[in-house]
Structure formats: C-alpha cells, structure tokens
C-alpha cells in the first residue's frame, strides 16, 4: 500500500515498543488513531498452565499494549484529540474454558481500557474497548496447545478444533455492543478541527462604533462569536484555528477570555488580511492536516446545521450548507445566492437572478481547497488577491467580488474538488 508504512515491533520487549513507536511519530509527525489489535493465544487446562506462559500472555495482551496506549496517550493530549482503540475480547466478560490465561489478560485490558475512559471522559479524546466475539480466522491454528487439557464431553456442549486438540465448551450468546462498527467508523472520521475567519475589518457589521470588533459586536447580550463557539464545541469540534488580521492582537486577548473548557485553539496571522477570504483560507495550510470545517465569524447559525453537515459530507469534496427558507432572510439582496440541482451547486453569487437558495457561510472542506487556492493565486486568469475575483476558466463568467470559498462551490464542476455536495435545511 502506497502509504502504509509498517514498523515492527516485539510486544514482549519494552525498548522495542519505545523505538518503534518513537520511529513511527517521527516519520508520521503525528497521530490520529491507535488500535492495540495484536493478539497471542495459550490452550490448556487452567491448573497446569505453567507462570512463564502467563506472564508471556500478559506481556503482550496487557503490558505492551498498555505501554503503547500511554506513549499514544501522551501525544494525542498535547494535540488535543485521537482515537484509541482497544480489541479486548467478548471472552473477558465470557471465559473460554481452557483459556485461562487469555481470558484474564483480555479482562485486565477491558478494566484499563474502562479505567481510562472514566478518567478521560471529559477530555477530547475517544477511547473505545472492542469485545469481539469468536470470528473465524487462523487464529485458532496458531494457538499454542498445552498438553494435559482434558476436555468436557456434555452434549449442550459445542465443539472447537484446534489443530490436535480438540475441546467441548458452551458459549452464552453474545450481549449486543452499544457500539457498532459504523459508529466506530465515525468516530474514527469524524470532522474536529474547524478554521474560522476573522481578520476582517468588519465595518458594515460594526457600524459607526469603532471600538468594538467584529466578532465580538453584542447580540442578546452576549458577543457574536460565542454562539459560534458554542455550536462547534457541541458538534464535537475539538481545535479551532482562528485566522486573524485587523486588530490581532486584541482579537486575541478578548478571545482567550471565551474559550470553552476542551477546546484547543490556535491563532494564524493573515498579513494580506484586507484581501478576499481565500487568502485567509490559505494562510491555514500550514496548520491543517485533515478535512475540517470552515465558518465565518460574522455568521449565525442553528447548531443543528453544523451537525448535519459534519454527519452528511464527504470529507473528499466541498461541502457546503444552505438555506431554503427564502422568505425568511432578512437581507435578501446582500445574501449570498445559490443556484443547485438535485444536491448540487450550480452556481453561486450575490447578484444570482435565479437562486432556491442561500449560503450559510459553513463548509466541510478537504485538505485539496489548499492546492486549488494556491493554483487560482497563481492563474493570471484568476484575480484572487484583488478587490474583486473573477475567473474566466472555461470561459466562465467574470463575478462581482465572492467569498472565496462560495467561487470555489460555483466553479466546483471544474476543478477536481467538484461536483460540491449541498447539505440543505
């Protein structure tokens, strides 16, 4: 696999376990994901289990994983969020008769694992105990077979082979898991970092006051910025990096003042901040190494619609949220128009004649708007960096000045970012 890049390591030797994981962070840079899958097998009656192949059980069910799932720990804490999975084994809650000493290694794994999710319950990562039941694979074949295992032979009991050793053992049926492959899947893929742009001047929103900042101009009594923070926070957004310009260093100060407990946050400077907001979107390459979700600081927004755009995109296109309701907007000439079939974006404006929709300014992109924005940065044909941005790809027509993120959803069917999905409410 192109990039797959296996590092070996010996469960049963400590520094072994080190090196390799310290190998494997510095070719990666970081992680997002651990799964303690590796696995060893002893069969045999419980009382002639000698304490060497118990120890050696533990060692690479309990020890080594633990060791790795603390190492992995470690790093994901100091970057605010992961995904540590550990596959126990059903037979830690239903014993397997003589099994003995993997029984009880995969219920002191269960245990740790359940120690530290109760102590990270509130923290930003996920830790998830997986409790397989008996799959079929060449497990069975390479279990090592102790000898002097004599076997029950009741009849309500079923048969296992393995190799020469054949047992009898009754096993209750499985409890049902509360979570589910797909949601672990999810959990796995889910969107948690967002980039919200704010190194705007904001004058239109902040009218003749000059002391107050956009993102914090008061509405109901509270500043405009915290229900967006809020809807992020409760979406599962864990780190959120902020793009500021005008007036950074205050922006900053006043925004440290407001941020949720859990919540990494990050301030990337836009020195060409007087720009479009493509060049903010660009200023965040650096920092940005999964799909994410981009917001507007000036924007409000239902916290129902970010968590049905993260649960509805597809983190390899564009994706972008808008809003049938037209009869509700309030400054219907000033809104940015979308014009879409089916769940496309056809076209996209302010100054659309025939528009069924409006953009909410909330997007899931993939990491490859970054390429896009750097080729229209550089395309003589695009006026990114301009007052205004116009485009004549394809012989497309010239626009009045757009978001950049709204051209991109317009032009979408052109680039290999296209077709964007619409995600409507």
Same mark, same amino acid.
């Given at each position: 696999?192109?990039?797959?890049?296996?590092?070996?390591?010996?469960?049963?030797?400590?520094?072994?376990?080190?090196?390799?994981?310290?190998?494997?962070?510095?070719?990666?840079?970081?992680?997002?994901?651990?799964?303690?899958?590796?696995?060893?097998?002893?069969?045999?009656?419980?009382?002639?289990?000698?304490?060497?192949?118990?120890?050696?059980?533990?060692?690479?069910?309990?020890?080594?994983?633990?060791?790795?799932?603390?190492?992995?720990?470690?790093?994901?804490?100091?970057?605010?969020?992961?995904?540590?999975?550990?596959?126990?084994?059903?037979?830690?809650?239903?014993?397997?008769?003589?099994?003995?000493?993997?029984?009880?290694?995969?219920?002191?794994?269960?245990?740790?694992?359940?120690?530290?999710?109760?102590?990270?319950?509130?923290?930003?990562?996920?830790?998830?105990?997986?409790?397989?039941?008996?799959?079929?694979?060449?497990?069975?074949?390479?279990?090592?077979?102790?000898?002097?295992?004599?076997?029950?032979?009741?009849?309500?009991?079923?048969?296992?082979?393995?190799?020469?050793?054949?047992?009898?053992?009754?096993?209750?049926?499985?409890?049902?898991?509360?979570?589910?492959?797909?949601? /672990?899947?999810? /959990?796995?893929?889910?969107?948690?970092?967002?980039?919200?742009?704010?190194?705007? #001047? @904001?004058?239109?929103?902040?009218?003749?006051?000059?002391?107050?900042?956009?993102?914090?101009?008061?509405?109901? @009594?509270?500043?405009?910025?915290?229900?967006?923070?809020?809807?992020?926070?409760?979406?599962?957004?864990?780190?959120?990096?902020?793009?500021? @310009?005008?007036?950074?260093?205050?922006?900053?100060?006043?925004?440290?003042?407001?941020?949720?407990?859990?919540?990494?946050?990050?301030?990337?400077?836009?020195?060409?901040?007087?720009?479009?907001?493509?060049?903010?979107?660009?200023?965040?390459?650096?920092?940005?190494?999964?799909?994410?979700?981009?917001?507007?600081?000036?924007?409000?927004?239902?916290?129902?619609?970010?968590?049905?755009?993260? #649960?509805?995109?597809?983190?390899?296109?564009?994706?972008?949220?808008?809003?049938?309701?037209?009869?509700?907007?309030?400054?219907?000439?000033?809104?940015?128009?979308?014009?879409?079939?089916?769940?496309?974006?056809?076209?996209?404006?302010?100054?659309?004649? #025939?528009?069924?929709? /409006?953009?909410? @300014?909330?997007?899931?992109?993939?990491?490859?708007?970054?390429?896009?924005?750097?080729?229209?940065?550089?395309?003589?044909?695009?006026?990114?960096?301009?007052?205004?941005?116009?485009?004549?790809?394809?012989?497309?027509?010239?626009?009045?000045?757009?978001?950049?993120?709204?051209? /991109?959803?317009?032009?979408?069917?052109?680039?290999?970012?296209?077709?964007?999905?619409?995600?409507?409410?």
């Amino acid at each position: 696999m192109q990039r797959c890049h296996p590092v070996r390591l010996d469960l049963t030797d400590p520094l072994s376990i080190e090196d390799a994981f310290n190998s494997a962070l510095a070719e990666a840079g970081y992680f997002d994901v651990l799964i303690n899958n590796a696995g060893a097998g002893h069969f045999g009656a419980a009382e002639f289990l000698p304490v060497k192949t118990i120890t050696s059980q533990f060692q690479i069910l309990v020890f080594g994983q633990i060791q790795l799932m603390q190492l992995a720990l470690r790093h994901m804490q100091a970057r605010g969020g992961g995904l540590i999975i550990n596959v126990s084994s059903l037979a830690s809650r239903l014993p397997v008769p003589f099994m003995a000493a993997y029984n009880s290694a995969k219920a002191a794994l269960a245990a740790f694992t359940m120690s530290i999710q109760l102590e990270l319950a509130h923290s930003p990562l996920h830790i998830v105990d997986l409790q397989p039941a008996d799959i079929s694979t060449e497990f069975n074949e390479s279990v090592i077979k102790i000898t002097n295992a004599d076997a029950a032979t009741n009849n309500s009991w079923r048969r296992v082979s393995i190799k020469n050793c054949t047992a009898y053992f009754q096993i209750p049926s499985a409890t049902p898991s509360p979570l589910g492959t797909k949601k /672990i899947l999810q /959990i796995m893929t889910r969107i948690s970092e967002a980039v919200i742009l704010m190194a705007g #001047e @904001g004058s239109r929103l902040r009218g003749s006051d000059k002391t107050v900042l956009k993102p914090f101009v008061p509405m109901l @009594g509270r500043p405009l910025i915290s229900y967006t923070l809020d809807a992020l926070v409760g979406a599962g957004i864990k780190t959120i990096n902020f793009v500021v @310009g005008y007036e950074s260093g205050r922006i900053i100060a006043q925004l440290k003042q407001l941020f949720p407990s859990g919540l990494s946050a990050f301030f990337i400077e836009n020195p060409e901040w007087r720009k479009q907001n493509g060049v903010s979107v660009l200023a965040a390459a650096g920092r940005i190494t999964s799909p994410f979700l981009l917001a507007m600081s000036d924007h409000l927004f239902d916290a129902a619609i970010v968590d049905l755009l993260i #649960e509805s995109s597809d983190p390899d296109l564009l994706n972008v949220a808008v809003d049938r309701k037209l009869h509700s907007i309030f400054d219907l000439r000033d809104a940015m128009k979308v014009q879409t079939r089916r769940n496309r974006v056809t076209d996209i404006g302010k100054h659309l004649r #025939e528009f069924d929709a /409006i953009d909410t @300014g909330l997007f899931v992109c993939s990491l490859e708007i970054f390429d896009y924005l750097e080729r229209a940065k550089a395309d003589s044909r695009t006026a990114l960096v301009g007052p205004q941005i116009a485009t004549s790809h394809h012989g497309s027509r010239t626009t009045s000045p757009w978001p950049l993120p709204a051209l /991109i959803a317009a032009n979408a069917l052109r680039t290999r970012l296209a077709p964007a999905t619409m995600i409507q409410r």
